[in-house]
Structure formats: structure tokens, C-alpha cells
């Protein structure tokens, strides 16, 4: 069975400061994996994706994942966090040949202080 | 383009009312998914559709039904609502790039709906 777990319900830095979430899977499959962002009272958009390839995927807004099969894990980084980065945060990974579905992590809100 | 969209906004029902969230998509996508968003739970799917006049229980289908007449729309229905169903609500769609299982691109989502249920 595939699934994703999400380390830390809430995370909060300061504006400047490295952002790191965190997203470890488990997939019987090589995964495809997936962050979405969702801002206050929006529908979620891709951050990012890994399929297949390059293991280090840059996303939109300066984000970035690596995909380390040997950890299990698809993290998420950012360099420097801005205000506007505040938002929460989903992992998920693509269920293989069901129709495209989506397992989702339970989300992780990101904080940031000026 | 207008993406994918959600009729309504937000919505207040009592106990026992019916009603219908309608989710339109103009990208011509194949598959559609109807999600509820609930604190400390992610997303959670209730249906989806693989392709006109074609829908499927997901992982939480009690007490909603699901309609796909037209490639473009996909519709929730909450025939007695309750408590219980008090949640944001999203839809999204995606396409298959190429003939492969596993060939699908990411999910687009809607902007939800806010369903109260008193």
C-alpha cells in the first residue's frame, strides 16, 4: 500500500531563514510525488513534481524537493523564507494505475515571522 | 481559461436538505475528483471519474453521490446532509499524457466550497 507521512503539523520560521518540510512515503512502486501549496481560502496549487529523472526538482517561488529513495523521502526546501510563503503545505504521491488518484499527507502550515 | 470551477462559494444547510455542488473544468481533461478538506485530515477523496458517464467510490463515498453526464462537469450530491459533512470542498481534474497507467499529470484543483451544516 502506498502512503505519506508529514512530519510536523505546523513549522514556523523566521523571514530569511531556511524552510525545510518534511514528506517520507512508502511505495511498493517507484513513485511519483507531488507538493502542493495552498494559500488562505484557496484551492491547492503544484508546488512541484518528481516522476522520474533527476532526482533534485526545482518548483515555483524558489522551492525545491529531492527525491532520496534510499530515505524514502521527498523533502521540501526553500533558502529563504518570505512573508508571503505562509501557507500549508501537502505531499502526495500518485497511486499507481488507479485512475490517477492522489494520496495526500495530512499537511504541514508554515509560518513565518517578520 | 477559466481553469476549473466550483458553484457555490459557500453554503449553509440545516439538517436533512439536499443539495448539489457543481464542479466545470474547460481543459478538456479526462479524469475529475471531488476531495473534503477537514483540519488535521489532508484531503480526503470522495469520488472520481475516469471519464464521461463514468464514476467511482473513493476513499470516503457515505452519504454523497456523484454524476458525470458531461465530459466538462462533475457533480456532488449530498442527499440528506449532516453535521458530519461540514467541510471545504474541492474538485479537481487531470489528463492522462499517454496510454500508460502512469502516465498522468499533476491535479488541477478548484477554489472549494465551504459547506456548513447545521
Known amino acids: 500500500a502506498q502512503s505519506v507521512t508529514q512530519l510536523g503539523s505546523h513549522v514556523s520560521v523566521s523571514e530569511g531563514a531556511l524552510v525545510l518540510l518534511r514528506c517520507n512515503y512508502s511505495?511498493?512502486?517507484?513513485?511519483?510525488l507531488f507538493w502542493y501549496v495552498q494559500y488562505p481560502n484557496q484551492g491547492l496549487q503544484l508546488l512541484l513534481k518528481y516522476t522520474t529523472g533527476a532526482t533534485l526538482v526545482k518548483g515555483i517561488n524558489g522551492f525545491e524537493a529531492e527525491f532520496k529513495k534510499s530515505e524514502t523521502s521527498f523533502h521540501l526546501t526553500k533558502p529563504s523564507a518570505h512573508m508571503s510563503d505562509a501557507a500549508e503545505y501537502f505531499c502526495?504521491?500518485?497511486?499507481?494505475?488507479?485512475?490517477?488518484?492522489?494520496?495526500f499527507g495530512q499537511g504541514t502550515e508554515l509560518s513565518v515571522k517578520p | 481559461n477559466a481553469g476549473v470551477t466550483q458553484t457555490p462559494k459557500f453554503r449553509v444547510l440545516k439538517t436533512g436538505q439536499s443539495m448539489t455542488l457543481l464542479c466545470a473544468q474547460d481543459?478538456?481533461?479526462?479524469?475529475m475528483y471531488w476531495y473534503r478538506q477537514d483540519p488535521g485530515m489532508g484531503l480526503r477523496l470522495i469520488h472520481y471519474s475516469v471519464g464521461e458517464g463514468t464514476t467511482a467510490k473513493g476513499e470516503v463515498p457515505d452519504g454523497y453521490n456523484v454524476s458525470r453526464l458531461k465530459k466538462q462537469n462533475f457533480l456532488l450530491g449530498l442527499e440528506s446532509a449532516a453535521p458530519s459533512q461540514t467541510s471545504v470542498y474541492f474538485c479537481?481534474?487531470?489528463?492522462?499524457?499517454?496510454?500508460?497507467?502512469?502516465?498522468?499529470?499533476?491535479?488541477?484543483f478548484g477554489p472549494g466550497t465551504r459547506l456548513t451544516v447545521l
Open positions: 511505495s511498493s512502486v517507484p513513485p511519483y
Open positions: 502526495a504521491v500518485l497511486k499507481y494505475n488507479q485512475g490517477g488518484k492522489l494520496i
Open positions: 479537481a481534474s487531470s489528463y492522462v499524457l499517454a496510454g500508460a497507467p502512469r502516465d498522468h499529470n499533476e491535479q488541477f
Open positions: 481543459m478538456n481533461h479526462e479524469y
